[in-house]
């Protein structure tokens, strides 16, 4: 006996890694009834729907959510407010709209003012991903054993948030709720700085390749080629993540700095034991996230690249 649908009509407004994504996983696992995709670029829609990802397609977000009883944003965080105001007229009473943003804080205040009453706001973020972007990029498989951090406020209606709980499961996500502006200061930690220095110092090489014409590229050895997989992530989306996790970032950044500081220090003045203690701390950081399941060793999680 097929199992019931969670969500009878699902919209997804942006159709890019994330939100295809969601798309073949639903789709699998029977968990919506049916899927209408929202895009602004007409290249995207139509390829979504040379792709099959949804059932409905339509340039405007406010005619896709008709009758949705759950709308995803899984466009650029900067877009939470245009998105918000537009789809408002048009949401159903009852509905949940969440999104997929790396940052939470912002989100909230851009989209909340604009939910009408009945209808139920609650911010999400997967912390999946790869560096590829647009809706061939997307697979099933995307979400299972990562972490959907959700960020309810004390306000929140709890039956909804146990549905939308009960959906990224579904999804193969363990879940977990946590206040919007701690997401934003620990995702700070463990993906946006790590992004910020890997566009620098690949724009580093970059720049020495130019200047002095040497074979920067062609000798890359692991450790930089794992910094151009970070910077080649869509530039829109990490764009918007500086801009509105701006405190955060910035505070990091500055501890960052602190710290390489005294690495430079410790290089310039040969303090070897300095150096060994960090090189020796650093190193159990990835054995623990491999203990905890969220790495293996493996390229890419284990999984194949999108296409294979």
């Known amino acids: 006996m097929s199992k019931k649908p969670i969500f009878e009509k699902l919209a997804l407004i942006g159709i890019g890694l994330i939100g295809s994504s969601i798309s073949h996983v639903v789709r699998r696992e029977g968990l919506v009834g049916s899927i209408s995709v929202s895009s602004r670029s007409e290249k995207t829609l139509t390829r979504a729907k040379e792709l099959g990802l949804g059932d409905e397609y339509a340039a405007s977000a406010a005619d896709a959510v008709k009758d949705a009883d759950c709308v995803i944003h899984c466009a650029p965080v900067g877009a939470g407010a245009a998105i918000a105001e537009a789809i408002a007229p048009e949401l159903k009473?009852?509905?949940?709209?969440t999104d997929v943003g790396s940052?939470?804080?912002?989100?909230?205040?851009?989209?909340?003012?604009?939910?009408?009453?009945?209808?139920?706001?609650?911010?999400?973020?997967?912390?999946?991903?790869?560096?590829?972007?647009?809706?061939?990029?997307?697979?099933?498989?995307l979400f299972e054993n990562r972490w959907t951090i959700l960020t309810?406020?004390?306000?929140?209606?709890?039956?909804?948030?146990?549905?939308?709980?009960?959906?990224?499961?579904?999804?193969?996500?363990?879940?977990e709720t946590m206040d919007a502006t701690h997401h934003d200061l620990v995702?700070?930690?463990?993906?946006?700085?790590?992004?910020?220095?890997?566009?620098?110092?690949?724009?580093?090489?970059?720049?020495?390749?130019?200047?002095t014409q040497s074979e920067v590229m062609k000798y890359s050895a692991?450790?930089?080629?794992?910094?151009?997989?970070?910077?080649a992530s869509d530039p829109t989306m990490w764009r918007d993540v500086c801009l509105h996790n701006k405190s955060a970032v910035l505070e990091i950044l500055g501890?960052?700095?602190?710290?390489?500081?005294?690495?430079?220090?410790?290089?310039?003045?040969?303090?070897?034991?300095?150096?060994?203690?960090?090189?020796?701390?650093?190193r159990h950081i990835r054995k623990d996230i491999i203990a905890v399941g969220q790495e293996i060793d493996a390229p890419n999680f284990g999984r194949d690249e999108p296409g294979e």
């Open 187 to 211: 995702l700070a930690v463990t993906s946006h700085i790590p992004q910020l220095i890997s566009y620098n110092i690949v724009d580093t090489a970059a720049n020495l390749e130019t200047v």
């Open 152 to 175: 309810p406020e004390d306000d929140v209606d709890r039956d909804a948030l146990a549905t939308l709980t009960k959906f990224w499961q579904a999804c193969g996500a363990n879940v």
């Open 93 to 97: 009473p009852g509905a949940i709209v």
């Open 255 to 282: 501890r960052f700095s602190e710290d390489l500081t005294a690495m430079q220090r410790a290089i310039r003045w040969g303090d070897g034991d300095a150096l060994f203690e960090i090189f020796t701390r650093t």
């Open 222 to 231: 692991g450790g930089f080629r794992d910094f151009t997989r970070l910077a």
């Open 103 to 141: 940052v939470k804080a912002s989100v909230i205040a851009q989209m909340k003012p604009h939910m009408p009453k009945g209808v139920h706001f609650i911010a999400g973020h997967p912390v999946a991903g790869t560096e590829y972007s647009g809706p061939d990029a997307g697979f099933a498989s």
